[in-house]
């Protein structure tokens, strides 16, 4: 059965603190995605990367690092935590190719606040 | 500007009805679409996809359209249940085939 992992579910951070986020994938996929979904605004890419040691910016990278050492492995980096950056992170992991193609698979969800 | 509309306020329905979704893009020229599937407090599950030269995909209780000349997909539950009770999101591929992007999603209530 097909999987992706998240380290937390929840997580409470102060600001400023440094935070990581770990998703793990074990379909062997090479696309791997970090989302925030806040109410209203739907799901928003953060980045993604293609292979290992690659990687893209979506369309919200602002304050958000990534890192993807192992091709099952995909971490998001908050440097400095922000009250704004309070939201429910998904990771997500798809086979390669076009990107509308293929269906991805979601991971739990880590809910988030910075307080 | 580029945008994705589904309908933002919940839509209620009555048990054994069939339900109707709507998905409208602007400034997109989709080769993909995507619906999925979110429960409260847990991640997106993929339904169905939909290729732009296909006009409509079903699988179970389930049906898709998609009309490019409208800019419009509608997702179909027929002979809706309660569990069916969910948020369900559209996806469409961006113009450079990178990534998907995602509607807000529209809350289905079935109400027994």
């Known amino acids: 059965d097909v999987k992706v992992t998240q380290s937390s579910r929840y997580l409470v951070k102060r600001t400023g603190e440094k935070v990581f986020l770990e998703c793990v994938q074990d379909?062997?996929?090479?696309?791997m995605f970090w989302y925030r979904q806040d109410p209203g605004l739907g799901l928003r890419l953060i980045y993604f990367s293609y292979d290992v040691k690659m990687k893209e910016k979506g369309d919200i990278p602002e304050g958000y690092s990534v890192s993807r050492e192992k091709k099952e492995r995909f971490s998001l980096i908050l440097e400095s935590a922000s009250t704004n950056q309070t939201s429910m992170y998904l990771c997500?992991?798809?086979?390669?190719?076009?990107?509308?193609?293929?269906?991805?698979?979601f991971g739990p969800g880590t809910r988030l606040t910075v307080t | 500007s580029q945008k994705i509309e589904q309908n933002s306020e919940a839509l209620n329905i009555q048990e054994g009805k069939t339900a109707t979704l709507t998905c409208n893009y602007t400034?997109?020229?989709?080769?993909?679409l995507q619906w999925y599937r979110q429960d409260p407090g847990r991640g997106p599950v993929f339904l169905l996809l939909i290729r732009e030269n296909e006009k409509e995909k079903r699988k179970e209780r389930l049906k898709v359209t998609f009309d490019t000349t409208l800019k419009q997909s509608l997702f179909h539950i027929t002979a809706s249940q309660p569990a069916d009770s969910a948020t369900y999101l559209c996806?469409?591929?961006?113009?450079?085939?990178?990534?998907?992007?995602f509607g807000a999603g529209t809350i289905l209530r079935v109400k027994s």
């Open positions: 379909m062997d996929h090479e696309n």
């Open positions: 997500a992991s798809s086979l390669a190719g076009t990107s509308g193609n293929y269906e991805q698979y």
């Open positions: 400034n997109y020229s989709p080769a993909y």
């Open positions: 996806a469409l591929d961006d113009s450079y085939g990178n990534k998907l992007v």
